[in-house]
C-alpha cells in the first residue's frame, strides 16, 4: 500500500538468507523483546459500497441463514447460534490488530489436521493465502447429517458480512483449473468478513471454503445450509458464521488434495495478489497452528495429505513467512517471519528447518541423517550394505551429488536436483550398491535441505503414496 497507518516505522531487515553451511538446529523465534510501538486505530466509518474483494474463487446467491444445531466441540466459544443482528458498524484502521490480536481462530483446532501460514512473495513459491486442512477419514465427518454436524467456522473479528456475487439459486463458486495441464476444476463456497480499513480501502477476511469436490449428483445449492450469516450482517468474533464440508474420498478429486479453508486477508477492489499475511491471531494461537503445520496430527503420511501441506514443512513459527513490504499489514517493508506487530517480527530468524528424521523412513533404520543451509561437502562415509537415500529441499535451484570412492579415484553422480521455482520437494532414489561415498549439496539460496540414508530394504513412506482414488480423474464430469 502507499499509505498506511502503521506502527512508527523501523527500518526493515535484512532479506538476505542466511549463508552458513554448517548442520543447523533449529532457531525458536525470539519473543523477549516488548514491542517498540503501541498502535492506535484510527476508527473510520466504514464505506458505503459493497462490492466484495477481488478473490480467486467468486461465490453465488444469497439465501437466508439457516438455523442449525450446534455442533459438538471441545471448546468454548462466546455463541453457538449464528447472529442475526445487523447495524451500523465502526472499522478500526488495520493497524489496530498490531497490538489487539484476535484469540479466535477461524475453526478449533481439534478439527484440523494440517495447515500453513501465508508463503510470501520473497519465498521459493508464492501462494496468496494459508491454509487450514481437515481430514476425509474422521469419523465425525464421514457419519456427519447435517451441515451442524461438521467442523464450525468463527468469525476472528467483529465485522460485517460480505458475501461475493451470488450466481443464480446457490452460493457455490467454481474453481476453474481447465487451463491447466491436465485441466481439472473444483467447486468451493465463500464467505467474507469486512474488519478494517487502511485510508479509504475496506480490509476483508477471507474464508475460502474448499472440499475438492464437483457437486456430480448433488444440487447446485447444496453449500447453502453451511453459510448461516447473510450479506451486510454484522457478526461478533466467535459467532459461528459457517460449517466447513468435509467430502469423504468418494466424493474427493483424485490426487494429492484435501479439503481446507483458504484464509486471509484482501483489499476491497484489488487482484488476487494484492494481500496481507493474515497475523491478527494471539501469539498462543499461533504457536498452536504452527505445530501443526509443522508436525500435521495424522502425519506427513495421511491418506488425505494434499500437496500444499508442504509449504509449511519447517517453516518457523508465524503466519507469514518471507513476505514482501506489501504483504506486511503493519508497515511497509518486507519481513522473513510475521508473527508480532511488525517491528518485533525485524529481529526473528526466518531460516526454515527441515528433519532429516521425518522424511520417510523410520527412525530406528536410519543410518544417516544430515540437514542444513546453503552449499555443503559431508565426509566420507563406508555402507557394507546397500543403502537408499530420501532427499528433501526446500527450495530451489538445488542439487544434491554423491562421490562414490573407486580404487584410487572418484566418481561423481546427480542423485537429484530441483528447479529454482520448485517448492519444497522431496525423493527417494533407487538402491544404491555398498561402498564409500561423501555427498556434496548446492543450495545457493540457502533455503534449506535434509538428506536420510537407510538400508535398501527399509520400509519407507512419502506424502502422497497412499491416496486412495478419488470421485474421478481431472477433467470430468464437463464443467458447469
Known amino acids: 500500500p502507499t499509505t498506511t497507518a502503521v506502527p512508527t516505522t523501523v527500518a526493515p531487515a535484512t532479506t538476505n538468507a542466511p549463508t552458513t553451511t554448517a548442520v543447523p538446529t533449529t532457531v525458536a523465534p525470539a519473543t523477549t523483546n516488548a514491542p517498540t510501538t503501541t498502535a492506535v486505530p484510527t476508527t473510520t466509518e466504514a464505506p458505503t459500497t459493497t462490492t466484495a474483494p477481488t478473490t480467486t474463487a467468486a461465490p453465488t446467491i444469497t439465501a437466508a441463514p439457516t438455523t442449525t444445531e450446534a455442533p459438538t466441540t471441545t471448546t468454548a466459544v462466546p455463541t453457538t447460534v449464528a447472529p442475526t443482528t445487523t447495524r451500523a458498524f465502526e472499522l478500526p484502521d488495520l493497524s489496530y490488530f498490531a497490538e489487539n490480536k484476535s484469540d479466535r481462530f477461524l475453526v478449533d483446532f481439534e478439527d484440523a489436521i494440517a495447515g500453513h501460514p501465508h508463503v510470501g512473495q520473497r519465498s521459493p513459491v508464492p501462494h496468496n493465502d494459508s491454509h487450514i486442512y481437515f481430514s476425509n477419514s474422521d469419523p465425525r465427518w464421514i457419519n456427519a447429517t447435517k451441515p451442524s454436524d461438521y467442523p464450525p467456522i468463527y468469525a476472528v473479528a467483529d465485522g460485517l458480512i460480505k458475501l461475493a456475487n451470488p450466481r443464480v439459486n446457490s452460493y457455490y463458486n467454481v474453481i476453474d483449473h481447465t487451463n491447466y495441464d491436465p485441466p481439472w ?8 468478513i469486512r474488519f478494517a480499513t487502511v485510508g479509504n480501502v475496506n480490509i476483508n477476511f477471507l474464508y475460502s471454503m474448499e472440499p475438492y469436490v464437483t457437486l456430480e449428483h448433488r444440487p447446485k445449492d447444496f453449500f447453502d445450509d453451511f453459510i448461516l450469516v447473510e450479506n451486510n450482517q454484522y457478526v461478533e468474533k ?98 522473513d517471519v510475521l508473527m508480532y506487530n511488525g517491528v518485533r517480527d525485524k529481529e526473528l530468524n526466518g531460516t526454515a528447518h527441515i528433519d532429516s528424521n521425518s522424511l520417510g523412513f523410520d527412525q530406528e533404520d536410519l543410518i544417516i541423517g544430515l540437514e542444513g543451509h546453503g552449499d555443503f561437502l559431508s565426509d566420507t562415509y563406508s555402507f557394507a550394505n546397500d543403502t537408499r537415500i530420501i532427499i528433501a529441499s526446500m527450495g530451489g535451484p538445488a542439487e544434491f551429488v554423491q562421490i562414490v570412492s573407486e580404487g584410487d579415484g572418484q566418481r561423481e553422480s546427480t542423485i537429484y536436483s530441483t528447479s529454482p521455482d520448485q517448492n519444497f520437494a522431496i525423493s527417494v532414489s533407487p538402491s544404491m550398491s555398498a561402498g564409500s561415498r561423501a555427498f556434496r549439496v548446492s543450495d545457493p539460496e540457502n533455503w534449506g535441505w535434509a538428506i536420510a540414508v537407510a538400508p535398501a530394504d527399509a520400509v519407507y513412506r512419502l506424502p502422497g503414496d497412499n491416496l486412495p482414488e478419488g470421485s474421478c480423474p481431472p477433467g470430468c464430469p464437463p464443467l458447469p
Open 185 to 192: 476444476w473444483h467447486v468451493a463456497y465463500t464467505i467474507n
Open 238 to 335: 466467535g459467532d459461528i458464521i459457517g460449517y466447513m464440508y468435509v467430502s469423504p474420498f468418494s466424493e474427493r478429486l483424485t490426487g494429492p488434495k484435501s479439503p481446507h479453508i483458504a484464509f486471509g486477508i484482501f483489499r476491497d477492489q484489488q487482484g488476487p495478489w494484492d494481500v496481507y499475511a493474515p497475523a491478527i491471531f494471539t501469539e498462543e494461537i499461533v504457536n498452536q497452528f504452527s505445530e501443526l503445520y509443522r508436525n500435521p496430527s495424522e502425519g506427513w503420511n495421511s491418506t488425505s495429505y494434499g500437496n500444499d501441506w508442504s509449504r509449511g514443512r519447517g517453516v518457523p513459527t508465524g503466519m507469514g513467512w518471507m513476505i514482501s513490504a506489501a504483504e506486511n499489514p503493519f508497515g511497509d517493508y518486507p519481513l
